[in-house]
């Protein structure tokens, strides 16, 4: 199979690069700001760009993972946030549709409200935020000018080890290990999800030629303090450092869904892999950072 990741110096798309390979699928990768040597340069929101190396590679899948993840900035400039969140998700469905590549769009649970969750694929959307919306919106363009040959894959707070250090359980675990404090709402539940079990799940479904919404998360139900205690507990940090707040006392630009997460029932049907539990994930983590440190 040949693919094409858009956005493969980023978080997931580094570990779906990584996964894409070892499957012995031909797989070319990109990046815009983070420069590396095995990948190719491109400016995602340039359509003419865009639409060239798309044509070029003519790939089986295009994996649409760049985007611009700052909630509170979608907010407050939403016009700086769009070109990258919608108009070039438009772009890339555009030219799929026209060289028959199949597109796999990366989303989030913040397109659902928090009022319930965890919600399964069949819940009805309704963001509280910018990002949120501009997901959304970014979402129904690909599945009406894709309705046959996409997939739209919404995830929820990643984890894992990262290169270049942003997720927040790296960053969590950096300032517990400078002894720092970290104040984080115990009010906001998701369902944390191993980045490497998102590669394998999203492969798997590109493998099936799947169609449609899929949600590729974590089995855990948990708060954001709860998730961090975890994280502590397993990498030997004092947890009385995690100081629990509401998400209301944080005073954010952009709302939050409370009660996010999500249910990952039609990828069951699709995917041999399980994605692992938060306790089987932080110890694989564990694991790979001691190995890591002996080699």
Known sequence: MKALVIGASG???EYLMAAGHSRGHAVVGTFTAKAETHLEFLDATDADAVHDLIVRTSPDWVFMTAANPHVDLCETDPAATRPINVDAVESVALSCAEVGSRLMFF????VFDGSNGPYDEHAEPNPLCEYGRQKLEAEELVRSILPDHHVVSRINVVYGWERHGKN???????????????????????TPTYVGDIAEMAWDLAEARANGIYHLA???????????????????????????TSTAELGQAAARPLLGGLVSRRVEEMS????????????LLYDQESILAGS
């Open 168 to 190: 927040f359980f790296v960053r969590l675990l950096r300032n517990l290990r400078f002894g720092e404090s970290a104040t984080i709402p115990d009010d906001q539940y998701s």
């Open 218 to 244: 974590g089995p855990d139900f948990i708060d954001r303090c709860e998730f961090s205690k975890r994280i502590a507990a397993a990498f030997e940090c004092d947890p009385s450092l995690i100081k629990a």
């Open 272 to 283: 041999m892999h399980e994605p692992r539990s938060v306790k089987s994930a932080l110890e």
């Open 107 to 110: 989303s989030t649970d913040y």
């Open 11 to 13: 978080f997931v798309g």
